[in-house]
């Protein structure tokens, strides 16, 4: 036996071998063409997926030790859908985590990179910084960050937050950023703004309108997605 493999009886090994009885490798050929053969994977549709978590996982609410071992056996597994399952577990998990799971949330987004890991466990920050608002100040380091994938946590970690977005600090990683020419840092800060118009759309158009010549295209056309033409 590989003395690194999980073992039956944690939930992570569980849930492997779950998944691995689920495989379908007809299926997972055409998942790894769609993410450019950067991964392998089992080849189980995201429904089915979730229904196996459900099944092997129940109501398991992991303490934050148990959480952190859970997903960095998962995060070792060569098959995507692994990284999946940790981030949805992370994504409820991060509500009772302590300021220091930001530091393994950052090991896990800086690894195995890619945009699917990367905006789910976004959702994970966001959580985190929600019940920790301390945290926010980490956020002004990954903005700098030379990794663009923290950055791009960076920028989209308040997606969900509405009227409780800290506008400022949106606003400022967009412009601290709107001359990168990385492609996902560009989306971000347009999916960013364009989340935040649901809000404040005027505050959105107002911001575009400022920083049109330092934005690019891809960012100001994402940004006014959902504003009806002639708004402001």
Known sequence: MDPGAPQLSDPAGRLIAAFRAAANPERAIAMEHYMKDQFRFFGIPAPTRRAVQREVLGRWKPHETELVGFTDTLWAQPEREAQYAACDVLERGARRGSPALLDHLEGW???????????????????????????????????????????????????????????????????????????FIRKAIGWALREYSKTDPAAVVAFVAAHEAELSPLSRREALRLIPSGSG
């Not at 923290?150 to 709107?178: G, H, M, N, W």
Request: charged share 25%; glycine share 2%; aromatic share 12%.
């Open 109 to 183: 987004i800086t690894t195995r990179s890619w945009w699917d890991s990367v905006d789910a466990l976004a959702h994970a920050v966001g959580n985190l910084v929600r019940v920790h608002p301390e945290l926010a100040s980490v956020m002004d380091r990954w903005i700098e960050a030379d990794s663009f994938w923290l950055a791009r946590v960076a920028l989209i970690y308040q997606l969900p937050s509405k009227d409780a977005t800290d506008s400022e600090r949106l606003f400022r990683y967009c412009v601290r950023r709107a001359g990168d020419t990385e492609f």
